[in-house]
Structure formats: structure tokens, C-alpha cells
């Protein structure tokens, strides 16, 4: 296998990137990739690590872009997968049958002319192939920040999986429901299907309905980081053309009290953004948007509901399978990238078990 190191991802050809993607996962395609860069990292942080056979056919891609972060105050330098809170998965890219010489191919590559302390995937979906490689290959590297994103085989037809979940549950979502309709009239869900020009109005509508609640108070909606919103604005015109976006909201009567800004790739869904009005949450308008979109993508026939994020107790009143996504962690061989090794296997679980022990010694 040879290497080569590209400094921009439009210098690489876009068919032969989203070729490589097995399962079309839309947070690894071309476009994604590109747009993401095109808002977070500077043209001259960038090394895009091309892997092909002897032929010249390549069978792997490897977007990073160098950064700087720091634990216990310590700065540490590095790279990291072109990906953050905003990518939702990153697996790695490379045609199925040359994953193992790519990723070898690669580790070595950037082990021998490299100085990094760390390399970095976030949302990282557990591949035990990876792993695997890893050890063998006697890398130091480890798994952080677990999340457990639920997902819903869409198997069946709706009323059948309606009905095999929680009593209690579907007694109170349609209670609510039924309320909602006494006080509002009409409760509505619609699917964006206006022109280019209608969709950036319509994003930033509901954008703006995240950004009235919490997360605007605490400054975590999109609107409150320009970079973030681009970001969105972008991913939702290009995907608008591509015809793999969904934009839906649910009304009551004309009052839009729930978004979801979402995608559509290979028979799945994928549920990147969700908000809700804060002022009607007796109603649970966002548990009524996902009871009605169900029941749409159940009539499309289309394959799994996938919640993206984090497990909590309101996407796990719909199922109880998940991913398991992590930040890998793969540490250089130099001081301090072992002495980042320890910090994260070692060091920070001690404290974080410290910090437990304290409380519940405080609660008894």
C-alpha cells in the first residue's frame, strides 16, 4: 500500500470518496466531510491521508486536521478525524476487503513521520476489527466518552410496534394528545416540501424554536455559534438537493412547537436535531412528533429510526437497542503522549471514582 497526503478535501475526487463507504453513512460522504471543513478547519490544518494499491486504485481515506487540546491544564498536540459533537459517527473509510491493509498501511505510515502525543476519533462507532489492529500492532489507545445512541429496527407494521411498547407509555402519549387537540384544535405533523428559497426560512424557524428554550439560555443552541449555524444552513441545502433531507415540525393548530432537522441515507433515518416549545411541555410535543413520524416512515417502508446523540429515558421509551460510540483515543510513542495515556486510563477514572465515593459517603 502507498500513502499520500493531500491538504484539502477538494482536492480529492468526489466519486471515488463516497465510493469507498459501505454503507453510505451521510457523516462520512464527500459532502459532509467537505462542509464540516469548510466551517471548523483551516485550509493548512488539514492532512488528508490517501491509501491505494500498487495500481493506483485507492482503497482508503483518512481526513485529519491538526489541533492542540488539554487535560489537567497540560497542553497536548495532535490530530484529530475531521468530526465533533455536530458529525455524529466516524467510522473508518476504506473499501471492505482492504480495511486491514489500510488501516496498517496508514499507522505506519504516520507513526514513522509523525510527532503527535494523540490521534483522535469522536463519535467513533465501536469496530472490533479496529481494535483489534491496534493490539496486535501493540498501540497504546483508549475508548472515552461512551454514548449509546438507541435506534429502531423498523420491522413490521406500525401498529403492531406501537403496540408492543410500554402501556403506561402510549396511554399517556395519547392522553396528551388528545388534550392538545381539546385546547388547539388541529394537531399537525408536516414534512418540509416547499422550494429552495422557502428552506433556509424554514430551518431558521425552527432553529429559532431551540434556541427559546434551554439551550439558547445556556448558549449551546445552533444559533448561538455562527460556525454551527452555517454548518446547518449548509448540510441543509446541499442535502436539500440531494434529496436526503427531511424537515418536519409538528403544529398545533398553526403554532410549529417541535422540529426535527434530519436526514434520509440508505433506508435509514437519521434524527440529527430535535427541539420543542418549553412552553407547552405538559403536551410533549416532541414524544407527538416522533408518534407521527413514526408513522410515516413505517408507511415509506423505510428500514431503521436512527436517534443519533446520547441514550435518554425519552428515546428509550421506544426501544431499548443502541450503538456504542466512543472517543478512541490512539496515543504517540513519544513522553508525552504516554504520559496522556495515563492520564486518560488511569489518572481521570481514579478521580471520577474519587469524586463518586465522595458523594455517596455525603448521601448516606
Given at each position: 500500500?502507498?500513502?499520500?497526503?493531500?491538504?484539502?478535501?477538494?482536492?480529492?475526487?468526489?466519486?471515488?470518496?463516497?465510493?469507498?463507504?459501505k454503507h453510505k453513512i451521510p457523516f462520512l460522504?464527500?459532502?459532509?466531510?467537505?462542509?464540516?471543513?469548510?466551517?471548523?478547519?483551516?485550509?493548512?490544518?488539514?492532512?488528508?491521508?490517501?491509501?491505494?494499491?500498487?495500481?493506483?486504485?485507492?482503497?482508503?481515506?483518512?481526513?485529519?486536521?491538526?489541533?492542540?487540546?488539554?487535560?489537567?491544564?497540560?497542553?497536548?498536540?495532535?490530530?484529530?478525524?475531521?468530526?465533533?459533537?455536530?458529525?455524529?459517527?466516524?467510522?473508518?473509510?476504506?473499501?471492505?476487503?482492504?480495511?486491514?491493509?489500510?488501516?496498517n498501511a496508514w499507522l505506519d505510515n504516520i507513526?514513522?513521520?509523525?510527532?503527535?502525543?494523540?490521534?483522535?476519533?469522536?463519535?467513533?462507532?465501536?469496530?472490533?476489527?479496529?481494535?483489534?489492529?491496534?493490539?496486535?500492532?501493540?498501540?497504546?489507545?483508549?475508548?472515552?466518552?461512551?454514548?449509546?445512541?438507541?435506534?429502531?429496527?423498523?420491522?413490521?407494521?406500525?401498529?403492531?410496534?406501537?403496540n408492543s411498547l410500554r402501556g403506561h407509555f402510549?396511554?399517556?402519549?395519547?392522553?396528551?394528545?388528545?388534550?392538545?387537540?381539546?385546547?388547539?384544535?388541529?394537531?399537525?405533523?408536516?414534512?418540509?416540501?416547499?422550494?429552495?428559497?422557502?428552506?433556509?426560512?424554514?430551518?431558521?424557524?425552527?432553529?429559532?424554536?431551540?434556541?427559546?428554550?434551554?439551550?439558547?439560555?445556556?448558549?449551546?443552541?445552533?444559533?448561538?455559534?455562527?460556525?454551527?449555524?452555517?454548518?446547518?444552513?449548509?448540510?441543509?441545502?446541499?442535502?436539500?438537493?440531494?434529496?436526503?433531507?427531511?424537515?418536519?415540525?409538528?403544529?398545533?393548530?398553526?403554532?410549529?412547537?417541535?422540529?426535527?432537522?434530519?436526514?434520509?441515507?440508505?433506508?435509514?433515518?437519521?434524527?440529527?436535531?430535535?427541539?420543542?416549545?418549553?412552553?407547552?411541555?405538559?403536551?410533549?410535543?416532541?414524544?407527538?412528533?416522533?408518534?407521527?413520524?413514526?408513522?410515516?416512515?413505517?408507511?415509506?417502508?423505510?428500514?431503521?429510526?436512527?436517534?443519533?446523540?446520547?441514550?435518554?429515558?425519552?428515546?428509550?421509551?421506544?426501544?431499548?437497542?443502541?450503538?456504542?460510540?466512543?472517543?478512541?483515543?490512539?496515543?504517540?510513542?513519544?513522553?508525552?503522549?504516554?504520559?496522556?495515556?495515563?492520564?486518560?486510563?488511569?489518572?481521570?477514572?481514579?478521580?471520577?471514582?474519587?469524586?463518586?465515593?465522595?458523594?455517596?459517603?455525603?448521601?448516606?
Amino acid at each position: 500500500m502507498m500513502i499520500s497526503i493531500l491538504k484539502s478535501v477538494n482536492d480529492i475526487d468526489r466519486t471515488l470518496w463516497d465510493s469507498l463507504l459501505k454503507h453510505k453513512i451521510p457523516f462520512l460522504d464527500y459532502d459532509w466531510i467537505r462542509i464540516w471543513c469548510n466551517n471548523f478547519v483551516r485550509e493548512q490544518q488539514s492532512k488528508i491521508y490517501l491509501v491505494s494499491k500498487k495500481s493506483g486504485e485507492v482503497s482508503g481515506i483518512i481526513p485529519l486536521y491538526e489541533h492542540q487540546e488539554k487535560q489537567l491544564g497540560i497542553p497536548f498536540k495532535g490530530f484529530s478525524f475531521t468530526a465533533n459533537s455536530h458529525s455524529y459517527r466516524t467510522q473508518l473509510i476504506a473499501s471492505p476487503q482492504d480495511k486491514g491493509k489500510v488501516l496498517n498501511a496508514w499507522l505506519d505510515n504516520i507513526f514513522k513521520n509523525e510527532r503527535f502525543d494523540f490521534i483522535k476519533f469522536k463519535e467513533f462507532l465501536l469496530d472490533e476489527e479496529v481494535l483489534n489492529h491496534l493490539e496486535n500492532k501493540k498501540i497504546k489507545f483508549s475508548l472515552e466518552e461512551e454514548k449509546r445512541p438507541p435506534y429502531i429496527d423498523l420491522e413490521g407494521d406500525w401498529q403492531n410496534y406501537f403496540n408492543s411498547l410500554r402501556g403506561h407509555f402510549r396511554r399517556n402519549l395519547r392522553r396528551r394528545l388528545r388534550n392538545a387537540e381539546k385546547q388547539f384544535g388541529k394537531v399537525e405533523y408536516r414534512v418540509f416540501d416547499g422550494s429552495k428559497e422557502q428552506l433556509e426560512p424554514f430551518v431558521l424557524q425552527g432553529l429559532e424554536l431551540e434556541a427559546s428554550g434551554w439551550k439558547g439560555k445556556q448558549g449551546s443552541a445552533i444559533l448561538k455559534n455562527p460556525n454551527v449555524k452555517q454548518l446547518y444552513l449548509d448540510i441543509a441545502r446541499v442535502y436539500f438537493y440531494k434529496k436526503q433531507l427531511h424537515l418536519g415540525a409538528l403544529y398545533f393548530g398553526e403554532r410549529m412547537v417541535a422540529f426535527n432537522f434530519s436526514l434520509i441515507a440508505n433506508q435509514t433515518f437519521y434524527l440529527l436535531k430535535v427541539a420543542y416549545d418549553e412552553e407547552v411541555p405538559k403536551f410533549s410535543p416532541g414524544q407527538i412528533m416522533i408518534f407521527f413520524l413514526l408513522q410515516i416512515l413505517f408507511e415509506q417502508k423505510i428500514k431503521r429510526f436512527d436517534f443519533l446523540g446520547p441514550s435518554m429515558p425519552w428515546k428509550l421509551e421506544w426501544t431499548q437497542k443502541y450503538n456504542q460510540h466512543f472517543t478512541l483515543y490512539i496515543y504517540g510513542n513519544n513522553s508525552k503522549g504516554q504520559f496522556l495515556y495515563l492520564v486518560n486510563k488511569k489518572m481521570l477514572p481514579a478521580l471520577r471514582k474519587i469524586k463518586f465515593l465522595k458523594k455517596l459517603k455525603n448521601a448516606i
